[in-house]
């Protein structure tokens, strides 16, 4: 996998799952939020291809995206201030579903050793 379609697969799905960020204009900090929801998307993705092997399955790529995708929505949670504000629990399902779809496309369009 080179280190580059790794970056791009996991800044442009970090961006699209960002950009509901921009969209809905009620955060002050909209711009802060959108490149740290697309670095997060760089970060999994990172994680995610440095885990898999050359012979892995899309299903092992689905669930380790989904794992790491997990663990950075939680990451993001903590950092938002926990369980202060009840809209931030929509993070963690945003983050396993674009973590599970960067390791999807991590396997499918970027094979070879890691």
Request: glycine share 14%; hydrophobic share 50%.
């Amino acid at each position: 996998m080179s280190l580059l379609s790794v970056l791009v697969i996991g800044a442009l799905l970090g961006a699209i799952g960002g950009a509901a960020v921009l969209v809905r204009g009620k955060f002050p900090d909209r711009t802060e939020l959108f490149l740290a929801v697309t670095l997060k998307g760089m970060l999994v993705a990172l994680l995610t291809a440095h885990t898999l092997v050359p012979d892995s399955t899309w299903s092992h790529g689905l669930g380790l995206g989904a794992l790491y995708g997990l663990a950075s929505g939680v990451m993001l949670f903590l950092a938002r201030g926990g369980t202060r504000r009840e809209d931030r629990l929509r993070l963690f399902p945003e983050s396993i579903v674009t973590g599970a779809i960067i390791g999807v496309l991590l396997v499918v369009y970027t094979p070879g050793p890691g």
